[in-house]
């Protein structure tokens, strides 16, 4: 029970608010001290398992600097029910058959936005990836080739300029109907056309295993021991005249880190092979090449040299 | 090597001072476009010749071969011809003639006309594994390196204009040449940047990046796990 001070009866008297009416009132003399008090506590409650078309929420998407309006106009949506009232039904048809300049872009934006939340990315990467489209639509000489591919492209160039590179195995997984080559061929499309226009390079640097160690690594679930001498054995791993893919050498040193820890928890190679994206052929022969130097990779405090012995011969 | 009237310009290509004694590239393919000057019936030819084929649903020319030079023709309806799979510039003109004297006997009436060479394709091995990755991290504008997608770096080469295919193991492809000294002086001058970045190599103090130990080369953990 608060106090306030009431005009009428001059002193300091207990007051009651009347949630109803949003009166405070004065419990002594029963004059309204303050009328239409704001209810600021939320307006509803939402869950997750609710159906998206009853969402009362009047607020939009945020603006958009990349479309052409900021994305901040209303659409005249179809009414509930859809009665036969002429004039309802079809204002919302004329206003989109007007053409609209970034439909595309939306369409696009909406197909990275689902692929880069597949893969789990930060909203840094996606805007990237939105901005690189944008900037290669401008261009308009992707029109010809595979959409899907070219949005797969835009956010493989963004995963790779923030320095969390995805490899594009696992862009392919999250894309519909875009293969590794056609991935590949409109990543190099869009990486020339973008240093040609702005003149200077995409700072994306060559990939190294080093980069998808952590990330492999959580996948398997492997200790932070191990994990850490596998990141140390990889940066080993380049000086070494391996000729592999870097994925393919990350994927070898796992399973060789694995060999090493404790039986109990021994990774399987068809574990390593679904984390990696690496074919289970290719993780074998990349421990060919690289057993000879295991010494030299693998680093003290983790394994001595009579473990190493217990590493099996491929 | 022939030296043409242009001998002024193929001194500015070559590096004479470095030239590597008894390693340059060999010529592997040569392509070469003709004009026959003459609209010719596909269908005819594909018919006729034991050694051509033609679907057009495929492809709009008829493909023919021949087994000495061993080469092969794209010879088109407009009367264009194009000669790949010889050995030698030599080889190539021997080839397109060969072509167009079987379709002179066929009845048509051909012309030797504008024979150009457009691709010269050599190959080399420097004898030495390379590390493509810091090649490709110093020779950024020129350089494209992708492992997950092609294990050899593609250099385009400037001066003169053509591509390089560089591989680990040292080999490298030359294409895009239209004369052969254009090859000889792209080998020349990828021949130093490719010794530069050898793998094995001690370090000496061309190298921009400072390393603690001098005998072996350990990348510093900066450069290997932040690419600029």
């Known amino acids: ?314 | 090597m022939t030296m043409d009237c242009n001998i002024v310009e193929e001194e500015q290509l070559v590096d004479h001072s470095w030239r590597p004694l008894g390693l340059e590239p060999t010529i592997q393919n040569v392509v070469a476009l003709l004009n026959l000057d003459c609209k010719l019936d596909l269908k005819a030819i594909a018919l006729r010749a034991r050694n051509a084929e033609y679907n057009s649903k495929h492809f709009a020319a008829c493909i023919m071969r021949i087994r000495e030079p061993k080469t092969t023709a794209l010879i088109f309806a407009s009367g264009k011809m194009v000669c790949t799979g010889a050995k030698s510039e030599g080889d190539s003109k021997v080839a397109a003639r060969k072509f167009t004297r079987i379709l002179q006997k066929m009845g048509f009436p051909v012309h030797f006309k504008d024979f150009k060479i457009q691709n010269i394709v050599g190959s080399c091995d420097v004898k030495f594994p390379i590390k493509l990755e810091r090649l490709c991290h110093f020779h950024d504008g020129f350089s494209r390196y992708e492992p997950e997608l092609f294990p050899g770096l593609i250099y385009r080469m400037a001066q003169p204009k053509l591509v390089i295919l560089i591989f680990a193991s040292g080999k490298i492809v030359i294409s895009g040449a239209k004369r052969r000294e254009e090859t000889y002086a792209a080998f020349d001058n990828i021949y130093p940047v490719l010794a530069e970045y050898r793998r094995g190599k001690k370090v000496t103090s061309l190298n921009p990046i400072q390393f603690k130990s001098e005998s072996n080369e350990v990348p510093p953990q900066g450069y290997v796990s932040s690419p600029h």
């Open chain 1, 1 to 314: 029970m608060t106090e306030m001070h009431c005009p009428e009866c001059k002193t300091q008297t207990e007051v009651v608010f009347d949630h109803s009416a949003g009166d405070t009132v004065c419990s002594e003399c029963g004059l309204v001290l303050e009328a239409h008090s704001i209810d600021e506590t939320s307006e509803w409650r939402t869950f997750a398992n609710e159906s998206g078309d009853t969402d009362p929420v009047r607020v939009g998407a945020a603006y958009n600097p990349l479309l052409s309006d900021g994305g901040l106009s209303t659409v005249i949506s179809k009414p509930n029910g859809a009665q036969g009232d002429f004039l309802s039904s079809s204002l919302g048809r004329w206003q989109n058959r007007g053409s609209n300049p970034d439909r595309s872009l939306i369409q696009a934006f909406g197909t990275i936005a689902a692929m880069a939340e597949r893969l789990g990315l930060v909203p840094t990467i996606k805007d990237l990836a939105n901005e690189i489209y944008k900037k290669v639509e401008d261009l308009k000489s992707v029109k010809g080739r595979n959409q899907d591919a070219i949005y797969a492209a835009c956010l493989y160039i963004a995963c790779r300029q923030e320095q969390m590179p995805r490899t594009v195995k696992e862009i392919c997984s999250v894309t519909n109907g875009a293969s590794k080559k056609e991935i590949g061929r409109a990543k190099e499309h869009i990486v020339k056309l973008l240093e040609v226009e702005t003149g200077k390079s995409m700072e994306m640097g060559t990939i190294h295993a080093g980069g998808f160690m952590r990330r492999f690594c959580s996948t398997l679930n492997m200790t932070n021991q191990e994990k850490k001498a596998a990141s140390e054995a990889v940066v080993k791993s380049e000086e070494l005249d391996i000729r592999r893919s870097p994925i393919s050498i990350a994927a070898a040193v796992i399973y060789m880190i694995s060999q090493l820890s404790t039986d109990a928890n021994k990774i399987q190679l068809k574990d390593i092979s679904n984390a990696t994206g690496v074919a289970e052929g290719t993780i074998r022969n990349a421990y060919k090449d690289l057993y000879p130097h295991a010494s030299k990779i693998i680093p003290d405090w983790f394994a001595k040299e009579d473990d190493l012995k217990n590493l099996s011969n491929p």
